[in-house]
């Protein structure tokens, strides 16, 4: 059977990332190069400092990819690239080059949705997983319980309806005074804390079970920070931390267990920058292996923004006859399996 080699290109948000993927599970190469030394000074991604820096990398990433998969152009038989969400300016980067390549060579092209690409992530390293299964995608822009019902298609099941997972991380790691990027930082800190110290809410939303909310939980770290430097008690960060996160996680894990029950669903995924967090990785291992159905994860590198898993995501489309034209743009507010 011929194989499909992809050059896949992400610039949603603050990673400038390349990688050729051959026949969507094998990884020729991924290369990223992060910004987050830049966006540190300003505790946040800042955009218009993310697009003035992809320009600068991204021709040099889209090289090195190349080069370490040991492949040319002329080995390419399509250019995968995120077109949505994310940064505006971010991604007119990435799309523009694979537009040039696409056009320089005659190769196709086709768009890939940056949540479907860390839904397929999973497939990196499970060859064996197909659709249909669940999946729970936490980033720090997006918190989506998803059924994948077949490649390419998506039920969005619950959403979160203010901050995002990742965000909330960020946000509660800043207030904590770790600094940016708050999720690895409360991870690894939580190991010495203890996560039944302070007991944070665990939000409900009325009539849509499945849907998130992490705003309240936010504040009430915000609300006990300030209370205990009023009564000018000791604040423990790492009890802090352990506390907030076993809060995210709980809720996370009843989420996803009662979508995937009452589907009977057999299989589960977690995706996303936050699915790195190695306690929500132990719980949600230990709440399927309860529920006797199969847990799928992928490795940190996978998790966070690359653009291996577009090259995936960019495959199953391609050999389903998706093609764009020169006339594809970015949209950054993208929904799942909306196509443009
Ligand atoms: O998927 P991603 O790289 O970018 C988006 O598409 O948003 O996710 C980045 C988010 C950040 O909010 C970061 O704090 C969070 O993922 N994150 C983590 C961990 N590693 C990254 N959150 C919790 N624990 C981690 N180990
Ligand atoms: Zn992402």
Not at 58 to 78: F, R, S, Y
Not at 140 to 165: C, F, M, P, Q, S
């Amino acid at each position: 059977m011929e194989t499909i080699t992809i050059l896949a290109i992400e610039s949603s948000c603050d990673e400038t990332a390349a990688a050729v993927v051959r026949d969507g599970r094998e990884i020729l190469s991924n290369v990223i190069h992060s910004q987050i030394d830049l966006h540190t000074l300003y505790g946040g991604v800042v955009p218009e400092i993310a697009s003035r820096q992809h320009i600068e990398k991204i021709n040099q990433v889209i090289d090195k990819a190349l080069e370490e998969a040991g492949v040319t152009l002329d080995d390419i038989d399509a250019i995968a690239v995120t077109y949505g969400p994310g940064l505006v300016g971010a991604l007119l980067v990435g799309v523009s080059a694979a537009k040039a390549i696409s056009f320089a060579k005659g190769i196709p092209l086709v768009g890939v949705h940056h949540i479907e690409g860390h839904i397929c992530a999973n497939y990196i390293e499970n060859k064996s997983l197909e659709p249909p299964f669940h999946c729970l995608v936490v980033s720090g822009g997006h918190t989506h319980l998803v059924h994948v019902k077949a490649y390419g298609e998506y039920e969005i099941l619950g959403r979160t309806r203010d901050d995002a997972a990742g965000e909330a991380f960020d946000k509660v790691a800043r207030a904590i005074g770790l600094g940016y990027p708050g999720g690895p930082k409360i991870d690894r800190i939580s190991d010495e804390g203890n996560p039944d110290a302070i007991v944070f809410p665990r939000a409900k939303i009325e009539g849509s079970v499945y849907d998130f909310s992490f705003s309240g939980l936010k504040s009430s770290v915000l609300n006990y920070l300030n209370s205990c430097e009023m009564k000018g008690e000791e604040i423990v960060v790492a009890d802090v931390a352990a506390s907030f996160q076993k809060a995210v996680i709980d809720v996370l894990v009843n989420h996803s267990m009662e979508a995937v029950r009452s589907a009977c669903g057999t299989k589960f995924a977690i995706a996303g920058g936050v699915a790195s967090n190695r306690h929500l990785q132990k719980a949600m291992a230990e709440a399927c292996e309860k529920e006797r159905i199969a847990f799928y994860h992928p490795s940190p590198v996978y998790c966070t923004d690359n653009a291996a898993m577009i090259g995936v995501a960019g495959y199953y489309e391609y050999i389903k006859g998706v093609r764009h034209g020169y006339d594809l743009n970015a949209v950054p507010g993208l929904k799942l399996g909306e196509r443009i």
